[in-house]
Nanobody, 122 residues
Framework: QVQLVESGGGLVQAGGSLRLSCAAS????????LGWFRQAPGKERDFVAA???????YYADSVKGRFTISRDNAKNTVYLQMNRLKPEDTAEYYC????????????????WGQGTQVTVSS
């Protein structure tokens, strides 16, 4: 069982930066692939970025070159550094976990955090 708690969301102007954190409970954090997803009102939950258990990273095309995902296994934490934010990045951001292998579909993740709101003003 893994519990995930996100933090770091907020209101930022376009072009600004935020860093999201997701702290996980459990003793086998390093065996999990971790993903960030986002959901805007009235829209589906979309893949943003993920990192596999061995450190491989994956990004949605819409955030490549602007967002960076990283993990610190010693702290049981995954981060999402978001730079050059755009109004279209506004959404609730969720952290998710599944065993080892990254996939980009939310239905294949077993554990979810409660979400953190990111709002980018123009």
């Amino acid at each position: 069982q893994v519990q995930l708690v996100e933090s770091g969301g907020g209101l930022v102007q376009a072009g600004g930066s935020l860093r999201l954190s997701c702290a996980a409970s459990g003793r086998t954090f390093d065996t999990y692939a971790l993903g960030w997803f986002r959901q805007a009102p009235g829209k589906e939950r979309d893949f943003v970025a993920a990192v596999s258990s061995n450190g491989g990273t994956y990004y949605a095309d819409s955030v490549k070159g602007r967002f960076t995902i990283s993990r610190d296994n010693a702290k049981n934490t995954v981060y999402l550094q978001m730079n050059r934010l755009k109004p279209e990045d506004t959404a609730e951001y969720y952290c998710a976990a599944r065993m080892r292998v990254v996939v980009t579909t939310p239905d294949n993740y077993n554990y979810w955090g409660q979400g953190t709101q990111v709002t980018v003003s123009s």
